[in-house]
């Protein structure tokens, strides 16, 4: 975010983005908002981005959906009229260099492993006879 709209203009919306990525904090909550965890299961992939080496506008369009919104607003607003184009550039750069990216022997351009957690919760009851919800 600081290579594409400057340092010190990282908003708060993309913070949020990234919040789960805190331990535990989905669980808090899932909790919090009356629901018990009953399964979850952690899973590793990447995502592959391009052919080729080459990122198409669907793959970076694809790549940016989090904090599109942000870019477009900087835009609109004049804060950084050319935050999109900069971003594009940025990832072109990224895929030069193979930070963050590499391009594998099928010549699809891949990310690092991401991690996610799929789960799966239900209301509390008052009674929780069933003993379902993890802890």
Not at 4 to 26: D, S
Not at 27 to 37: D, P, R, S, T
Not at 82 to 93: F, L, V
């Amino acid at each position: 975010m600081t290579r594409v709209i400057g340092k010190g203009h990282a908003p708060y919306e993309f913070l949020k983005f990234n919040a789960f990525a805190v331990p535990n904090e989905l669980e808090k909550l899932i909790h919090y908002g009356g629901l018990c965890v009953m399964k979850q299961n952690r899973h590793e992939f990447p995502f592959v981005l391009a052919k080729d080496g080459v990122m198409n506008d669907k793959a970076f369009n694809a790549a940016i959906l989090p904090f599109q919104h942000i870019q477009k607003n900087l835009e609109v607003s004049g804060i950084h009229p050319n935050a999109i184009a900069d971003a594009r550039k940025t990832s072109d750069e990224m895929i030069q260099t193979e930070e963050l990216l590499s391009v594998d022997k099928h010549g699809c351009l891949i990310t690092e492993p991401n991690k996610f957690v799929l789960m799966i919760a239900r209301r509390l009851n008052e009674d929780d006879s069933d003993g379902l919800c993890m802890e």
